[in-house]
């Protein structure tokens, strides 16, 4: 049970890579906060609930600074403090660069990016030492096809943020890192008209969400005390397809 007593948040919990963080780190004694801008979230804590955990959902808009700062109180004012932050929430666009109106690439931005600044500033310091954040990336950030430029320019920004952030981390002896996913199993990756097209190759490296639960809860855990500032890669060796 590591995180007996811990109070977690979990951005775009509701469904995804994001719901099986929430009911594994739930199911090893974590209290969960799930901040969903989809009800769906509101499903995931009433599973978590229903067979013994301890979980609420606060409708957030992961983009907005007062949204994020009311759900990150919601777990304050329930269980004192927050432990643990997992900024999973995102979204794709899939127009050319030349094409894209300039309100899509902010968007993109607000919710992939500005979402991480938010969660982590007004996060921190109902965080005491030991504390730990997860930040989801993508293989994208590495290795990337046509159309997705605003998702990885994103990903690449947010493991940036990761390695600057966890300098200013160190005398708090709080951890950040980031988990880098390939191609998972969720809605995202089916809608994906890369995939149904062809134009991004999946064949034979398709994880389950579950898969990346287990790596973000390894890096929120205590075992990964020595790391910090650095991205695991959890892609079934998709990037030697990409």
Same mark, same amino acid.
């Given at each position: 049970?590591?995180?007996?007593?811990?109070?977690?948040?979990?951005?775009? &919990? #509701?469904?995804? $890579?994001?719901?099986? *963080?929430? +009911?594994?780190?739930?199911?090893?004694?974590?209290?969960? !906060?799930? @901040?969903?801008?989809?009800?769906?979230?509101?499903?995931?804590?009433?599973?978590?609930?229903?067979? &013994? #955990?301890?979980? $609420?959902?606060?409708? *957030?808009? +992961?983009?907005?600074?007062?949204?994020?700062?009311?759900? !990150?109180? @919601?777990?304050?004012?329930?269980?004192?403090?927050?432990?643990?932050?997992?900024?999973?929430?995102?979204?794709?666009?899939?127009?050319?660069?030349?094409?894209?109106?300039?309100?899509?690439?902010?968007?993109?931005?607000?919710?992939?990016?500005?979402?991480?600044?938010?969660?982590?500033?007004?996060?921190?310091?109902?965080?005491?030492?030991?504390?730990?954040?997860?930040?989801?990336?993508?293989?994208?950030?590495?290795?990337?096809?046509?159309?997705?430029?605003?998702?990885?320019?994103?990903?690449?920004?947010?493991?940036?943020?990761?390695?600057?952030?966890?300098?200013?981390?160190?005398?708090?002896?709080?951890?950040?890192?980031?988990?880098?996913?390939?191609?998972?199993?969720?809605?995202?990756?089916?809608?994906?008209?890369?995939?149904?097209?062809?134009?991004?190759?999946?064949?034979?490296?398709?994880?389950?969400?579950?898969?990346?639960?287990?790596?973000?809860?390894?890096?929120?855990?205590?075992?990964?005390?020595?790391?910090?500032?650095?991205?695991?890669?959890?892609?079934?060796?998709?990037?030697?397809?990409?």
């Amino acid at each position: 049970m590591r995180f007996t007593d811990k109070v977690c948040i979990v951005s775009g &919990g #509701g469904s995804g $890579i994001g719901k099986a *963080t929430c +009911v594994r780190l739930a199911s090893e004694g974590g209290k969960v !906060i799930i @901040a969903d801008i989809n009800e769906d979230g509101a499903q995931t804590a009433q599973e978590i609930t229903g067979t &013994g #955990g301890a979980a $609420i959902f606060v409708k *957030t808009d +992961v983009s907005n600074s007062a949204q994020v700062q009311a759900a !990150i109180q @919601a777990g304050v004012d329930r269980w004192g403090k927050i432990d643990i932050v997992v900024n999973d929430a995102a979204m794709m666009t899939f127009v050319p660069i030349v094409d894209l109106p300039e309100a899509a690439w902010e968007h993109v931005m607000a919710v992939n990016l500005r979402s991480v600044f938010l969660m982590c500033k007004y996060a921190v310091p109902h965080m005491p030492p030991g504390g730990a954040i997860v930040n989801i990336s993508s293989v994208h950030a590495h290795e990337t096809t046509v159309n997705v430029v605003p998702y990885a320019t994103s990903k690449g920004g947010m493991e940036a943020f990761t390695r600057g952030f966890s300098e200013e981390l160190e005398d708090r002896k709080i951890r950040i890192n980031s988990v880098a996913p390939g191609a998972v199993d969720t809605p995202m990756l089916w809608n994906n008209p890369n995939v149904k097209s062809g134009k991004e190759k999946i064949a034979g490296a398709i994880g389950k969400p579950a898969d990346l639960a287990a790596a973000i809860c390894f890096l929120a855990s205590d075992e990964a005390r020595f790391i910090t500032g650095t991205t695991l890669v959890v892609d079934g060796g998709r990037l030697d397809i990409l």
